[in-house]
Every structure is written in structure tokens, then in C-alpha cells.
């Protein structure tokens, strides 16, 4: 069952996720799981890049927009998730998105 987190506040601009030790196995940290959740029950998917290791999201509630990476992807699965707000011209560059849409 997956926990509930809080949404994204206003004075939120980046979420870095870890992978840390726990009974001699690794696990997301709470911030890796929360982004997980974030990207899956509360952003709205708006395009991707990079063969979809770069992602971009809207938060419905404000309009902005956020980027997940995967900086360690040497690691499994791309290892911990890192969720960043990212300013409109950055999506219509990167991701291709118009001016009625970023």
C-alpha cells in the first residue's frame, strides 16, 4: 500500500531522492518515494526526452512545470529520482512544447 504525501508548495523548487542501507538492503529514502508518488498520483505528464529518462510534468494546481532526471543512471533503474521546476522556455526547448502549452 502506498503512503500518502503532501503536494508541492509553493516555496518548493527541488526534490532530490536517495537510496540508503536498511537491514542490509537498499531502499528509496522518503524524498525518492514521495517524487515516485508526486510523478504518478499528482503531476500531469507532458512530454519526455532523452529515450524517457528526462520527463516533464505540469502541477494541475499552479501551472508549473517540473522536470524528472535520474542523475545516477549508471545505477539500476536509473537509481534515486530527482524532481526540479523548470521555467516554460526549458520545456519548449527541450521537450518541444509550444507557447500555448508551456
Known sequence: MTADFHDLAPDEHLLVGAWVEYDARTVHDETDRRIFWLVTRRLIACGHAAGGWEQLYRDPRDG????????????????PRRLEQVEASVAREKYGLDERTA
Open 64 to 79: 508549473r512545470l517540473w522536470e524528472l532526471t535520474f542523475p545516477h543512471g549508471s545505477l539500476h533503474g536509473g537509481g
